[in-house]
């Protein structure tokens, strides 16, 4: 990671990944839009799901039996309205609507749902986007306040912390990123209609701003427990790329001279390894490692599973340490799987 990459034209033969499948529509599940999955670093997958015989659950699988975390039967949630996020120690968040009404953030561990966070007195609307989380259970969220304001949060110890809010900025996008470090990472746009990530509040750990050198930033930075944010942007007088910003310095990975038309999004995991969605110059939209930006790990219009990728997402909460993939895909035969791409 830090010197950018020059390779010729991207080609999404010859598989770098293996696509294992998770969980499938069916019998059980009759869909997953459009929320993501999530994956840790034992390679556990968590996902929400729609049920065939009514509601929704959030369940686990690993590539064998796909686990109930909790389900229609949970007595304090309505219905899951968020991708779940799992901090490898046994718990996950998720947002929900509560039985008693309302919206919350809830965790769920040991068969216990817990909320963390709810509307009430100070929130008026959890979200939108879904809850990233830390070791320590800290999970960090987006919500609007009774106030009038959009933020991004942190419940804590009992607590919910505000880290910034539109007193500050003009609007937040993608999700609010927190490590075990409880650094929180947010992608936000400016009055001035530029747009600026920021880690740590006000950015004290680092930020980055269109203006000189970039004149977008994309929606869905990432954040790993090291304080680097991978992100990808439109650079200014032409050309995008993806970048990392470690304490203010920002350093190129790879960028349209590999090969691209453009990038949408970008992935970092602890262990440094950043991915990428991006569209390779006269193809369609894929997903890439940066340090093998010529085979795709799963694209459009790819033969896949005896069927088509029509669709595919995946967001931060989505990579794990040992460069495991967790990817929600819509197939042209209708049928929609959660996989985890595993380094072949």
């Given amino acids: 990671m830090g ?4 390779v010729t034209a991207p080609m999404t033969s010859a598989r770098a990944f293996h696509l294992v499948p998770i969980a499938s529509t069916g019998d059980r599940f009759r869909g ?35 686990r109930v975390v909790a389900d229609r039967s949970a007595t304090l949630v309505r219905r899951f309205c968020s991708h ?15 039985a008693a009404g309302g919206q919350g953030v809830v965790l769920l561990e040991a068969g216990a749902v817990t909320p963390v966070a709810r509307t009430g007195d100070a929130l ?32 804590r110890r009992g607590a919910v912390v505000r880290v910034a809010d539109t007193t500050e900025v003009a609007a937040f996008q993608g999700l609010p990123l927190i490590n075990d470090r409880g650094t929180v990472a947010y992608r936000a746009d400016l009055r001035d209609g530029g747009h ?5 509040p006000g950015g004290a750990l680092g930020r980055v701003e269109t203006g000189e050198r970039f004149c977008e930033l994309g929606r869905f930075p990432s954040l790993n427990h090291a304080d680097v944010v991978a992100f990808a ?46 569209t390779p110059s ?18 459009f219009g790819e033969a896949l599973f005896g069927s088509t990728v029509v669709d595919f997402a995946l967001n931060p909460v989505s990579v794990n340490a040992r460069d495991q993939l967790a990817i929600r895909v819509r197939l042209a035969d209708g049928r929609q799987l959660i996989v985890r791409a595993d380094p072949a």
Avoid: W
């Avoid at 979200?127 to 609007?144: H, I, L, Q, S, W």
């Avoid at 600026?196 to 740590?200: A, C, K, T």
């Fill in 84 to 98: 779940p996020d799992l901090n490898g120690v046994g718990a996950l968040s998720v947002y929900a609507e509560l």
């Fill in 3 to 6: 010197s950018r990459t020059n």
């Fill in 196 to 200: 600026g990530i920021y880690v740590g």
């Fill in 124 to 155: 008026a609307r959890i979200g939108p986007a879904g809850p990233t989380m830390n070791r320590a259970g800290e999970v960090a969220f987006r919500a609007d306040t009774r106030a009038g304001e959009s933020g991004v949060f942190v419940a």
């Fill in 282 to 299: 006269g193809g369609e939209l894929g997903v890439y490692a940066a340090a093998d930006p010529r085979r795709a790990i799963v694209a």
């Fill in 233 to 278: 942007a439109r650079v200014t007088g032409g050309g995008a790329g993806v970048f990392t910003l470690e304490r203010g310095r920002v350093t190129p990975v790879i960028d349209t001279s590999a090969g691209f038309e453009s990038f949408r999004g970008a992935l970092i995991n602890d262990a440094g390894t950043v991915f990428f969605y991006g």
């Fill in 32 to 66: 997953f839009d459009v929320y993501v999955a999530a994956v840790d670093d034992a390679g556990t997958v968590a996902f929400q799901a729609e049920l065939q015989d009514g509601g929704t659950g959030v369940f686990t699988g690993d590539g064998g039996v796909v």
